[in-house]
Nanobody
Framework: QVQLVESGGGLVQPGGSLRLSCAASGIIFSFFTMAWYRQPPGKQRELVASITGGITGSGITNYVDSVKGRFTISRDNAKNTVYLQMNSLKLEDTAVYYC?????????WGQGTQVTVSS
């Protein structure tokens, strides 16, 4: 059974930081491209950042323009975990953040973790 379990969300003031974690089980983690998506209130889910997996070409990252320079995605294949370090948080970063694992036709979602940026 595949599980993606996110943690690290919470309430933070503007300008603050949070680190999200996503622990994966039931998959060969190192082969999967991992990503973070978010869904703000009343809006569609959007890709925030991704990091490739595989034997070659692993570790290539990609970010949506609105988080470039503030967010960093990373992975620890030994721990089957992907991280999202979020710095300089803004009000508009408020959303439910979802972990996503993808490899060819295999796609899995986590249950989501709430991030609220508020003063």
């Amino acid at each position: 059974q595949v599980q993606l379990v996110e943690s690290g969300g919470g309430l933070v003031q503007p300008g603050g930081s949070l680190r999200l974690s996503c622990a994966a089980s039931g998959i060969i983690f190192s082969f999967f491209t991992m990503a973070w998506y978010r869904q703000p209130p009343g809006k569609q889910r959007e890709l925030v950042a991704s990091i490739t997996g595989g034997i070659t070409g692993s570790g290539i990252t990609n970010y949506v323009d609105s988080v470039k320079g503030r967010f960093t995605i990373s992975r620890d294949n030994a721990k089957n975990t992907v991280y999202l370090q979020m710095n300089s948080l803004k009000l508009e970063d408020t959303a439910v953040y979802y972990c996503y694992a993808s490899l060819r036709s295999q796609n899995y979602w986590g249950q989501g973790t709430q991030v609220t940026v508020s003063s």
